[in-house]
């Protein structure tokens, strides 16, 4: 709700707007994100409609916040919803890339995708709006390869995932199982 009403709001600000402010969404939300002390402080029972409201200013004030940004943060506060910024920020820039015809696109890889295969990544899954907006994430329990999710699809190229499948293969035609015989 507050994604699509973001970016409604955005919209008629002009062509390039939306997508100004999903860029400004993912550098604003992590500030949130990434504090484990401000999370609780935010979301403790005690703090107050205002004075929760005036930290979420001061922060969106250091962080050179757009006005749409701040009334976004201020209303947020004020309904006791900050907390949902990263993930607003993550539907905000799911529905701004859809109006504006990019690909948005997450690789995980085991360790961390060079920049020049990142690139190659997001020009081949790309579209006519040009590249894809690759996110990248870092996952060492998928040993290696890559996992690729774009347009609801996944394409899954890794270790791990042969791996199980390989081990269903072998449990499926060892001794005791019904093709072995």
Do not use: K, M, W
């Not at 409609?49 to 009334?71: I, K, Q, T, W």
């Not at 905000?92 to 990544?121: F, H, K, M, R």
């Amino acid at each position: 709700r507050y994604a699509r009403a973001l970016f409604d709001t955005a919209a008629q600000q002009g062509r390039e707007a939306p997508l100004a402010l999903r860029d400004e969404l993912r550098a604003f939300a992590p500030l949130l994100a990434g504090h484990a002390e401000l999370r609780h402080a935010l979301s403790h029972p005690g703090l107050g409609v205002e004075p929760r409201r005036c930290v979420l200013a001061a922060l969106a004030d250091r962080a050179g916040a757009s006005v749409l940004l701040r009334r976004l943060v201020g209303l947020l506060a004020t309904r006791d919803r900050a907390l949902l910024l990263p993930d607003i920020a993550e539907a905000y820039a799911d529905i701004a890339n859809a109006a504006s015809g990019v690909v948005s696109a997450e690789a995980v890889s085991a360790v961390a995708l060079p920049e020049a295969q990142a690139q190659a990544l997001a020009a081949t899954l790309g579209g006519p709006a040009g590249p894809a907006e690759l996110r990248r994430r870092v996952d060492p329990e998928l040993i290696g390869g890559l996992l690729v999710r774009v347009g609801g699809r996944t394409y899954d190229g890794t270790v791990r995932t042969h791996l199980a499948a390989l081990r269903r293969r072998l449990a499926a035609t060892g001794p005791g199982s019904a093709r072995a015989s």
